[in-house]
């Protein structure tokens, strides 16, 4: 299907009357993909061979980029789709996520949504609230970074996924696996520190994702929930925000309207993946209009270096 390209079906905003000739078009006539699956499907044939995705390991100069088209992130996205669908994944059923801000956390944020639901948890929160969202969650398949990350994350992640025996399998990520396609060693590491418990499955995310074939997946309703973000502020302890796959869409082609984005925009990342900000309008909306996004290293505006080298990385 041929869908309407943000830019094509926006007017400016100077008065209520601009407000209300907007309004005036249901949300449903508006010929718009219906899903964040069905966006990323139409960007990968309007823009396959435009850069989707930037990632900058370091904020220094020279640092390493890792570079990945429309039509390969989609790929990608279709493979972790595949992936949790026969690991069992259904409409109902979640994979949360303690990643920073990694190509990888975008594979899981929409490729677990096309299957199941989808859970980005703030690794800075204490092991007792991770592994109390992921109760409430409801949480099968977790997906983390290798422990030489952030050691203290990964002790937090153990002491919390330990704690949750509903969670079936434990997927790790390495970062070094988007520059060298040699086998990761650290799963054995993982297994010889002996800290998880014995009934989990634990998986190399890279080599499972090249393993399956990017088939098509059933087609989510627009109205299902398809990802659950922990909130809380004043509120205590975190709750979780139930997302329809239309609240998404509607999301995304509200900030590439309004912010005037098109395929030659770049939109620079530097909020965590597990915040809905960056999700959206450091995310999706780029995506919606073949944008590229450029990820400001895994921490993100954490890293010192980033705000230090901001202009630079602009400039880059």
Known sequence: MNYAR????????????????????????????????????????????????????????NSPVFSLTYSKFYDRVMRIANLFDRLGIGKDDVVSMLLPNLPHTHYILWGAQAAGIVNPINPFLESSQIAAIMRKAGTKILVVLSPDYDPDIWTKTMQAVNGVPQVETLFIVDEQRLYSNKPSCVLNEIRDRNELRENIALLDLDDEMNAVKPEQVRERASDEITAYFHTGGTTGMPKLAMWAGSNQVYMAWTIATIGHFSNASAGLCGLPLFHASAVMVTGLAPFLAGAKVIIATASGCRNPEVIKNFWKLVER
């Open 6 to 61: 943000p830019l094509e079906q926006m007017i400016p905003i100077r008065d209520l009357n601009d407000i209300r000739i907007i309004e005036s078009v249901p949300w449903e006539s508006r010929n718009l993909p219906k899903t964040p699956l069905q966006i990323l499907r139409h960007s990968a044939r309007a823009f396959g061979d435009n850069t989707a995705i930037e990632y900058i390991s370091s904020a220094t100069d």
